[in-house]
């Protein structure tokens, strides 16, 4: 026997040697896509807060100013650099397409607080469900007080807490419709390219 078979590898040897290469490679594949997903989703919960920290700001220096989220030269000071305006659709997109809107209530005044609500369009499902139990904040420290799955009517239930009728609304606090959501719940409602609704004062 010559030395070049003497210290060769077999075919069984190698096709071993490429299934194990095979399965670290999916494994770590499957390990990146997660990590990815769960940055996009502490990204989305980033943009939601540093928006309405900021937005906050900006509407206590324009108190009862109507239209807040449809002109651009209020917003301007409330950009997150992370996001960019689209003129167009009047929303701040980030790099995962998700589109924020910002919705002026108005009910500004003596006596009352600024009421306003951030929109996160074009969620995954994955985002949706790991998003209703995301920290947020409270009223004292970011104003947060409540958020919905694709029901925009966040702030009318907001500002009347006992006429909640859907089950996708979650209010800190509230027995009935509780936040965080349960995961069961929100798996009733969570879809892709689903909107999320988030109330704060």
């Not at 194990?20 to 989703?41: A, D, S, W, Y």
């Not at 919960?45 to 109507?66: E, F, H, M, Q, W």
């Not at 009223?139 to 925009?152: R, Y």
Request: hydrophobic share 40%; aromatic share 8%; proline share 2%.
């Amino acid at each position: 026997m010559n030395k070049a078979m003497q210290y060769g590898r077999s075919m069984i040897e190698m096709l071993g040697v490429l299934a194990i290469i095979g399965i670290l490679t999916v494994g770590g594949f499957n390990l990146v896509m997660k990590v990815r997903t769960h940055q996009n989703i502490n990204e989305v919960t980033d943009n939601i807060t540093s928006l309405a920290y900021k937005v906050r700001a900006v509407a206590r220096d324009y108190d009862g100013l109507a239209g807040l989220y449809t002109d651009k030269a209020y917003l301007a000071r409330a950009y997150p650099d992370t996001l960019e305006y689209n003129v167009s659709s009047q929303a701040l997109v980030d790099r995962n397409d998700v589109a924020y809107t910002v919705y002026y209530n108005g009910n500004s005044g003596e006596g009352k607080s600024i009421l306003f609500m951030i929109s996160a369009s074009g969620l995954s499902t994955e985002m949706c469900l790991n998003m209703v139990s995301a920290n947020y904040g409270t009223k004292a420290t970011s104003g947060f007080v409540g958020m919905s799955i694709g029901d925009a009517n966040i702030m009318s239930a907001v500002s009347a807490i006992g006429n909640k009728s859907s089950d996708n609304i979650a209010i800190p606090g509230d027995v009935s419709h509780p936040m965080p959501m349960s995961l069961g719940t929100a798996s009733r409602f969570c879809s892709e390219n689903v909107t999320m609704y988030f109330a704060f004062r």
